[in-house]
């Protein structure tokens, strides 16, 4: 796993700053995020299942923009989060992608047994080593009082 920027968890105010270590528990505990990459001056955003393995993130995919944009440029952002009526989180993966390509790589990724949830043939595999890994926990309330608004 990278070494970290954050490696403890700061409260500011209704936010909250993750450590790694907490951000990796959030990544763990969901299996639905969004991969942003760019072709070009296009941003393009998938969402994606994806396990974590090995402290990287894993995916699969057909062939097509996806693949294809990953190929080209391989900078990625990855998304994940979720909510609750009271709060929410945030994580966000910065890193590298990379096809798999050779046997050994393929094995390993078969052993996550990560299907897919679309009835769609998806034989690429995808792994991406974060660079940067930073979260973000939120509690959620009404908006300070800013004062009377002049009437």
């Not at 995020?33 to 393995?53: K, S, Y």
């Not at 990625?76 to 590298?96: K, P």
Request: charged share 20%; net charge negative.
């Amino acid at each position: 796993m990278p070494e970290q920027d954050l490696a403890m968890t700061v409260q500011q105010g209704p936010i909250t700053v993750l450590s790694a270590d907490e951000s990796w528990d959030l990544l763990n505990s969901v299996a639905l995020g969004r991969l942003v990459t760019h072709i070009g001056d296009q941003l393009e955003i998938f969402p994606v299942n994806f396990v974590t393995q090995n402290g990287t993130l894993l995916f699969r995919t057909a062939e097509g923009t996806k693949l294809f944009s990953t190929v080209m440029n391989d900078k990625v952002l990855f998304e994940v989060d979720d909510h609750t009526v009271a709060d929410g989180w945030s994580v966000i993966v910065r890193g590298t992608a990379q096809v798999l390509s050779a046997a050994d790589d393929i094995h390993e990724a078969d052993r996550a047994q990560l299907l897919p949830w679309v009835a769609t043939e998806k034989l690429r595999y995808v792994r991406v080593t974060p660079t940067e890994v930073s979260g973000r926990r939120f509690q959620f309330g009404p908006e300070p009082d800013h004062g009377a608004y002049p009437s």
